[in-house]
């Protein structure tokens, strides 16, 4: 039955009728199949390549904002307060950026950048050259995760691990300020509230001493 079956699709084949199905149908759509499987892996390498090319621009953005964000930082006592809010603002905004970015050791990256910088900003006060020196490593550190993230991200969790068991960094003379400032700001309800209370105390005292003095001198006008 088998055998039979084999033979009449054989003679089919070899027919003129067999053929013209062959190239005019089956041919066709096989071709069409595989070229579809053709463009639709050239199209998936190109998108590929495509969102990589992105990515690594915007990685080269952020970097470049934070290392010009950290030469900033390094000369951060020199800075007129618009000058350190623009600092600040852009630092932020790179950090947020480079948080987002799809690459191994993003967060890392991230966390370690906001730790030079404050770092740069309390060497700028007194230590100029630890400030270039900490920029320095600041700058290497960056491009080294840009160029080799692996490695770079290796570097970026051993130094945050030896940073955490690091004495408590004295802050800065902006950092006092804006505690004291604080300090005072909270203190002031209590001081007003301590006022209030002296004065509507004060004035009962007085008007009943007013009002004892004036008793004492009607009497005495009578007897004259």
């Known amino acids: 039955m088998l055998q039979q079956w084999w033979n009449d699709i054989v003679r089919w084949f070899n027919s003129d009728g067999g053929q013209t199905v062959i190239t005019s149908a089956i041919i066709p759509f096989i071709a069409i199949v595989v070229g579809g499987v053709v463009a639709g892996l050239i199209a998936r390498g190109a998108i590929k390549r495509l969102i990589a090319q992105q990515d690594r621009e915007h990685k080269a953005a952020a970097v470049a904002t934070l290392i010009a964000a950290g030469r900033r930082a390094a000369t951060w006592s020199t800075l007129s307060a618009p000058e350190k809010d623009h600092v600040e603002h852009q630092s932020s905004e790179a950090e947020v950026r480079v948080r987002l970015l799809p690459v191994l050791g993003a967060t890392l990256a991230a966390d370690w950048a906001a730790?030079?910088?404050?770092?740069?900003?309390k060497n700028s006060t007194n230590y100029s050259f630890q400030a270039e020196q900490d920029l320095a490593d600041f700058q290497d550190g960056l491009l080294n995760w840009q160029s080799k993230p692996g490695r770079a991200k290796k570097l970026f969790a051993q130094d945050l691990a030896a940073w955490k068991y690091e004495t408590p960094v004295t802050p800065t003379a902006d950092e006092q300020l804006a505690t004291k400032q604080r300090e005072w700001s909270a203190s002031q309800p209590a001081a007003?509230?301590?006022?209030?209370?002296?004065?509507s105390g004060s004035t009962p005292g007085s008007t009943s001493n007013s009002t004892s003095a004036a008793t004492a001198v009607l009497p005495q006008a009578a007897g004259k």
């Open 192 to 199: 007003s509230g301590s006022s209030s209370g002296s004065t």
């Open 115 to 121: 730790h030079q910088l404050a770092t740069m900003k």
